[in-house]
């Protein structure tokens, strides 16, 4: 949290500090890097979840969209495909489909 907080712009640097001076007048002690204030024991979540060590599993299915655009790159690329055609099957514009034509070249 504080890490975004300073990097957004809406907090300085100094939050670090600060907030090592509140956490040790309130606990006694100081955090180090790897430290985790109310961390679970790994027997408390370890298993509930996949192989992956994620809460919710993911499945092929969560990168269909990805592999689909991989495969509208490739049949450009080779051109088996129009521009126009891969606008429709990715369900973008034809503008949107230039766009990513141009940063794919980049």
Not at 23 to 33: A, D, E
Not at 35 to 64: I, K, T
Request: glycine share 10%; charged share 30%; hydrophobic share 35%.
């Amino acid at each position: 949290m504080l890490y975004r907080l300073v990097e957004s712009g809406r907090g300085t640097r100094d939050v670090w500090g600060a907030f090592q001076v509140q956490h040790r007048r309130h606990f006694g002690s100081t955090l180090r890097n790897a430290d985790e204030p109310a961390a679970l024991g790994q027997s408390e979540f370890a298993w509930h979840w996949g192989r992956s060590g994620e809460p919710e599993c993911l499945s092929r299915h969560d990168f269909v969209e990805a592999r689909l655009s991989k495969l509208v790159r490739r049949a450009l690329q080779h051109g088996r495909i129009s521009l126009g055609r891969g606008a429709e099957i990715l369900s973008i514009s034809r503008e949107q489909m230039r766009q990513r034509v141009r940063e794919w070249a980049t």
